[in-house]
């Protein structure tokens, strides 16, 4: 089991829910960052979720697509990223996942991503705007290197696609709404559980 694996397993174990802040790494540049983790890991998070920058963040609000644009006029760049994972990794135990959009992971190269995130220590990749019908080559290579491809479930997600097989765990952000702005879903915990159970009964169903 992953190094995500045996932590949520824990928490569930335990009965508990998981602390799991984002950043935008290189906002405002790649040195806060590292301390910003530091800093989260420090208070008590369980896991750590790096945004790497890009410069057509479709699916992020004005929060984000600001936080990326100072990071891209900093010269964050993927490899840069993948530095400070590797030093981050040198004093974090806790999960560290690159949350980011399919074109530079494309560009760098699946299977260098994988091979590269791995040696760095990270421990897996959420890929924001890949849908699981193109995911095949990135979770080929995500598998041979031992790290979660983490899938994205919208709130509109039929549960019917939820069970489909993932390699990871899934994400909801729990709204209809791009990330960091203001909605209200008085559902989305009612949808949480209802995505958990449906997740079980895959596990469950493949482990069969």
């Known amino acids: 089991m992953s190094r995500i694996g045996l932590a949520f397993a824990a928490l569930q174990a335990r ?12 906002d405002p540049d790649l040195a806060t960052t590292r301390d910003l983790v530091r800093a989260a890991v420090d208070a008590g998070a ?18 984000l697509q600001r936080a990326a644009a100072r990071a891209l006029t900093g010269a964050t760049s993927l490899p840069r990223v993948l530095e400070l994972v590797a030093d981050l990794r040198q004093e974090v135990t806790q999960p560290i996942v690159l949350f980011g959009y399919y074109n530079p992971f494309f560009r760098y190269g699946l299977d260098r991503i994988a091979t590269d995130a791995a040696a ?16 095949g080559d990135l979770r080929t290579a ?35 709404v791009v990330s960091s702005t203001s909605s209200r ?24």
Do not use: K, Q, W, Y
């Open 185 to 208: 879903c008085s559902a989305r915990r009612a949808r949480a559980r209802r995505c958990r159970r449906s997740c079980r009964s895959s596990s469950r169903a493949r482990a069969a």
């Open 142 to 176: 995500m598998r041979a290197t031992g790290l979660d491809l983490i899938a994205l479930v919208a709130p509109t997600t039929p549960i019917a696609r939820v069970r489909r097989p993932s390699p990871g765990c899934a994400r909801s952000p729990g709204r209809r």
């Open 46 to 63: 369980h896991a750590v979720e790096l945004g790497v920058p890009f410069s057509d963040p479709m699916a992020d609000g004005p929060v």
């Open 120 to 135: 760095a220590g990270a421990d897996g990749v959420l890929c924001v705007d890949l849908p699981p019908e193109e995911a």
């Open 15 to 26: 009965g508990e829910a998981a602390l799991v802040p984002f950043f935008t790494a290189g």
